[in-house]
Every structure is written in structure tokens, then in C-alpha cells.
């Protein structure tokens, strides 16, 4: 070989060696992977070691009839023996029978079961379904809860295990004084008397003082439970496994009645790293993430409804699936969380954490100071400022001495509408302005024509300028009132408040008013009317033909734009006869309150007196801007003569 080979393979060489280094398994890597290798070999030596004990019990069955009685004995020493070799140190757990101890206050009743020792069902007392039932947010089967680990070699699923309960009364009822109205679900509406609080405790044994308990403590007119998992000995049975796991899943059950715009384009997961903000899973689609940070809280999310998993520390990490069950005329989705919680070789282990089952109303989240509101996603930036701190504490104040919410939506409107009402006055006047100019403008139309279209719209700008008139003047109110417009399309459809409540034609305002059902689906509308839409979309046509009148001059600059402004009513009949009627209904008011003040305003103003005003001001000479100054005084220092006018 000559020296250029034997460079070549020297240096190939050396690349292998260099590419081997850098890419190998790192120790916990390699560690991990030991782990897992060794927990499928136990998982199938444990199976096969159960084969065996289930063909020899086979065996036993098949001996001759004289000796019925001492096989029966075996047979049970026998299951015995199974469950031993299945659960190890839990075997006497495995058999029992189910049983149901009640936690129950003002608010919501939670049933747990003895098998599993887990949260069975939870039923909110103050909410119906769509149908008149009961609300459950999760029931029997329907709901999976429990912890999974290894422990002598064997897998244990706690959710098959049945527990003890430390009471031996089948109900637990926290109780406390009168809630005001309004204060329900708040923690500090009384703090002289809180009311009192109900714990239940649910062991399994594994012998030896050995035991994992479930501690459940409910407490009144709350809907946060603590929710402690703690255990003795446990280090000694997992071994060498220095984490087990919380898996909890339900399937999340249709509670409105179905909507384009329903709960199903709200459910999804949301959850926040323990430092980190509020995320969520998609909730157009079927979706999963594993979450390899420390994890604060997950939270299975309905429309108005959630149920949320929250660490007192933090979760080690987590993996969460929501899948999406279309055309299901029960189910929404069915939710999974596996978080992961670690073993510490201390002797006792107590693992804090509580559990949120209740309404997404803002004021109740946002007591907890973890940003569970977050997931009402009241908009972003200035539109969630206008709902947090306009419209729901407005909306907060007059349901304490309203019950009609139809009522209460008027009186909002108003209370908008005031708010704003200087600015559409402004408005109101640049319209008047600009109708007092319009001979002028039309003088300067026919002057230039068609063809000298530029120099027409200059001419025309020079007017504005010289009578001092702002030709965008009237859209400044719109500035102001796109915030709180778009504010309304996010809260309107999340308000637990207008939920079932009825007004005029309409029996929920947080759904849509059908008062006609198709026979057949219109593209993009759907397959009823909704009357508040309808109303909204006329008032609104209405609205604009008024308003072209009134701005003639301004909607002659722009011909394109009076044909989109006559479109706009047409698209939102098609996108809100679908939306809670709630919303169609402020917009209706909005523009019947509209033509109100454009009544008053018009009462108020002179336009004979402005058309003076402009007048005169036309007819004294342009002030001289700052800047223009300037520029004449830096001439005149130079010895340069300022232009002329």
C-alpha cells in the first residue's frame, strides 16, 4: 500500500473511534435502558410464574369426585396463593367487595369507592345538564384513577386493590353558615365562620405496617379537596424503582346540548409548568405531549366545567392524551394524565396535591392564585384587561340584585355605552363637518373629473385641512369600541352566568335561540334560525344605510367601502346564528342604543352654526405649523429671505 492509502485508512480509523465517543449512551441513558430491560424481564417472569400456578390449579380440578371437599380447600388456598403471586404483599387486597363512602358540602357531592379507594363520580349540586339531569362531570368506569409500580418483581395497579375507609358511615357532610349571594365557591365569604370540613382516609395494607392511603378532606362551600397519597414502607417494596406513577383518565361527558360553536370547540387539556405559563393541548383535534419539566397543575377542561389535578410542589413530569370522539352523542373526548411522583427511602412518605372540580367561573379560578382562569381565555392583552376589569366586575355587581340576566345584558350595554359616549360624540360631530363641507367637495369633483383622480383627492384633503376637519374623525369611537366588541365575542360564550338562563323567546343565553328547525343544513348556518341573530343583522343593515347618509362625503371618497360595510351584517348572520344568543342580543342593543344617541346628538347639534364656524375659519389664513417656523427662523439667521406665500 502506498502512503495516501494507508493515510486514508488511518484517518477513517480515527473518524469511527471519534464518531463512537461522542455518540454513546451516557450513563443514565444507559441506566434508563437497564431499568426498562429489567422490568419487562420481571413483567414476563411474573406471567409466566402465574401461567404455571393457573395450569397446575387446572390440574388440581381434574382429580377424581371422592376427594370434592379437601380440592374445594385447595382450590381456595389455591386463589389464595394466586392472588399472592399476582399482587405479592398487596394479595389481600385483590378481593373484596365495592363500597361507597359519600364526601358531600353545599356545593357538589364526591362519591369514592372502596375498590381503587378513588374518586367514583363527582355531581355539582347547583347545575343541571343540558337535559334537566344531574351534572356529573365523571362517573363509574368512566373514570380511572390510581397508582402504578413495581413491587417484588410484580406490577401493581392500585385501582384494582380495594381499600379500607377510616369511617363506617357511608356519608360525610361538611356544613356552615349561609352563603350570600354571588359568594358562592369563595373561599373567604365568611371569615369569622368559614364552615367546617370532612376527611376521609382510604388504606390498603401490605402487611408488616406496611400501607398506601388516599386522604381526601372536603371542606364547605368549597370546590378545591385536598388530596393527600400518603404511605409507610413503600421505599422497602418498590425497591430499587425510585418513581411510581399517577395515572388518571375520564371520559368527558357531553353536558350542553351540541352546538357548531359548543363545549366541543372548548374541551381540551390545559396545563402550566411548575415556573413556566399556561399551555394547552388542541381542541380542534386529538392530541398528546409529554411534559418533561416539573409540572404545577393539569386541567381536564369543558366548556364550563373543569376538573384539575394540582401538585402542592410540583410533579416530576407528565404525559397527557386527549382524544377526540367525534359524532358521539354522549362523550366529548377521553382525557389521560400520567404524572410522575417520586419514592424517597424516608420510612413515612406524604405526597400534598388537591383536586378542582367546578365551574370556570373567573372570580372562583382566580382566587386560587395559580392561574387556573387562564383557562377561560378571556383574550389576549387589552381584550382580556377590558373583560377582567370592565365587563366581569360589572357584570359580577348587577347579578347580586338581578336575576333576569336579559336585564342585566341591557343595563351592561348601557354602562358600555356611556363610557364611550364622549368619544361617539366626537364622532357624531366630524360627520357633521364633513356634511357641512359636502357642497365644497362635490365643486372639486366636478372640477378635476374622473381622469385627475389624485388631484382631486389632494384638493380635497387641502379643504379638510383649511376648515380643520379630521375626515377620520369618526372612526375614533370604533377604536375604542373594537376592544370592547371583541371582548363580548370571547365572554359571552364562556359565562357560566348566562348559562340556562332564560330571556324572552330564548331558554339559554350561553346557546343559540332556535325559534324555527330546518328540515335540511344551510352551509356555514346551520339548520335553525336563531330570531336575537336575525334582529342583530337587520338592525345592523339599518345602521350602515343611516350612516352612508349621514358621512355622504366620506363614503363618496370611498365607494368600495359602502359595499363591504353592507357585507359585514351578512357574514355575521351566518357566523353568530350558531353563537350564544347572549351575544347576538348585547349587539342588538348595542345598535338600538346607537340609534338612540345618533337621535340625541343630532337634537343637540347645530349644523347651521358649525357651517359658520367652517366658514370663518376659511377664511382667515393658515397658521404656520412649529416646524414651518423653525424653518423661517434658520433662513432668516442666514440671511436667506423665507418664502412667500
Request: overall charge positive; glycine content about 6%; hydrophobic content about 40%.
Amino acid at each position: 500500500m502506498d502512503r495516501n492509502t494507508i493515510s486514508g485508512l488511518v484517518l477513517i480509523f480515527v473518524i469511527l473511534i471519534t464518531f463512537s465517543y461522542f455518540n454513546k449512551p451516557s450513563k443514565e441513558e444507559v441506566e434508563a435502558a437497564k431499568r426498562k430491560r429489567d422490568s419487562v424481564e420481571q413483567v414476563q417472569a411474573e406471567q409466566q410464574r402465574i401461567a404455571e400456578k393457573k395450569a397446575q390449579e387446572a390440574t388440581t380440578t381434574q382429580q377424581p369426585q371422592e376427594k370434592a371437599d379437601s380440592t374445594t380447600t385447595a382450590k381456595t388456598a389455591q386463589t389464595s396463593e394466586n392472588r399472592k403471586d399476582e399482587y405479592g404483599a398487596f394479595g389481600d387486597a385483590a378481593v373484596g367487595t365495592e363500597k361507597f363512602v359519600t364526601l358531600e358540602n353545599n356545593l357538589m357531592k364526591v362519591k369514592v369507592s372502596t375498590k381503587g379507594g378513588r374518586i367514583y363520580s363527582v355531581e355539582l349540586k347547583n347545575y343541571k345538564r343540558y337535559d334537566g339531569k344531574p351534572l356529573v362531570l365523571f362517573s363509574g368506569d368512566a373514570n380511572r384513577f390510581g397508582l402504578n409500580f413495581f413491587s417484588q418483581n410484580r406490577s401493581i395497579e392500585t385501582d384494582k386493590l380495594y381499600f379500607t375507609p377510616s369511617v363506617s358511615s357511608d356519608s360525610l357532610v361538611a356544613t356552615g353558615p349561609k352563603v350570600p349571594k354571588g359568594k358562592e365557591g369563595r373561599i373567604n365569604f365568611n371569615e369569622d365562620h368559614p364552615g367546617g370540613s370532612k376527611t376521609l382516609t382510604m388504606r390498603v395494607n401490605a402487611g408488616n405496617g406496611k400501607f398506601i392511603e388516599y386522604v381526601y378532606t372536603i371542606k364547605y362551600n368549597s370546590y378545591m379537596m385536598d388530596f393527600n397519597i400518603r404511605s409507610q414502607g413503600l421505599s422497602q417494596l418498590i425497591g430499587g424503582n425510585a418513581y411510581m406513577s399517577f395515572n388518571w383518565a375520564i371520559d368527558v361527558p357531553r353536558q350542553e346540548k351540541k352546538s357548531k360553536y359548543g363545549e366541543d370547540r372548548y374541551t381540551t387539556i390545559y396545563y402550566k409548568y411548575h415556573q413556566d405559563e399556561v399551555n394547552s393541548l388542541s381542541s380542534s383535534k386529538s392530541d398528546s405531549k409529554d411534559l418533561t419539566t416539573s409540572v404545577k397543575w393539569i386541567g381536564f377542561k369543558q366548556l364550563f366545567f373543569s376538573s384539575i389535578l394540582i401538585a402542592d410542589n410540583s410533579f416530576t413530569s407528565a404525559k397527557i392524551k386527549s382524544n377526540k370522539t367525534e359524532d358521539n352523542p354522549n362523550y366529548l373526548a377521553d382525557f389521560s394524565a400520567d404524572v410522575t411522583i417520586p419514592v424517597d427511602n424516608a420510612k413515612t412518605q406524604n405526597v400534598p396535591m388537591k383536586m378542582f372540580f367546578g365551574p370556570n367561573q373567573y372570580n372562583v379560578l382566580k382566587q386560587y392564585k395559580l392561574q387556573l382562569d387562564q383557562e377561560m381565555n378571556l383574550g389576549w392583552t387589552i381584550i382580556g384587561w377590558v373583560n377582567k376589569f370592565i365587563v366581569i366586575p360589572a357584570f359580577d355587581f348587577l347579578r347580586r340584585y338581578i336575576n333576569n340576566f336579559g336585564i342585566i345584558i341591557l343595563l351592561l350595554t348601557i354602562y358600555i355605552k356611556l363610557i364611550i359616549s364622549p368619544f361617539t360624540y366626537k364622532s357624531y360631530l366630524s360627520q357633521a363637518k364633513m356634511r357641512a363641507l359636502k357642497p365644497e367637495i362635490d365643486e372639486i369633483k366636478a372640477k378635476y373629473g374622473k381622469d385627475k383622480a389624485m388631484e382631486s383627492q389632494q384638493a380635497t384633503m387641502a379643504l379638510y385641512k383649511k376648515a380643520g376637519v379630521n375626515p377620520m374623525g369618526g372612526c375614533l369611537p370604533m377604536l375604542f369600541q373594537f376592544p370592547i366588541l371583541i371582548a363580548m365575542f370571547r365572554f359571552f360564550p364562556v359565562s357560566i352566568e348566562l348559562r340556562q338562563q332564560s330571556f324572552l323567546w330564548a331558554h339559554d343565553l350561553s346557546s343559540y335561540d332556535s325559534i324555527l328547525h330546518l328540515p335540511f343544513t344551510i352551509p356555514f348556518y346551520g339548520d335553525h334560525v336563531s330570531l336575537f341573530c336575525l334582529l342583530m343583522t337587520v338592525t345592523n343593515v339599518f345602521y350602515i344605510k343611516m350612516n352612508n347618509e349621514m358621512n355622504a362625503a366620506g363614503t363618496q371618497q370611498m365607494p368600495g367601502m359602502k359595499t363591504m360595510m353592507y357585507l359585514m351584517p351578512v357574514m355575521f348572520l351566518f357566523i353568530f346564528n350558531n353563537y350564544a344568543a347572549g351575544l347576538s342580543l348585547y349587539y342588538f342593543l348595542s345598535l338600538l342604543l346607537t340609534f338612540l344617541q345618533m337621535f340625541i346628538f343630532k337634537k343637540a347639534i347645530d349644523e347651521d352654526k358649525i357651517r359658520k364656524q367652517i366658514t370663518a375659519k376659511q377664511k382667515k389664513p393658515a397658521k404656520k405649523s412649529k416646524f414651518q417656523k423653525r424653518l423661517e427662523d434658520m433662513a432668516r439667521q442666514r440671511g436667506m429671505e423665507a418664502p412667500k406665500k
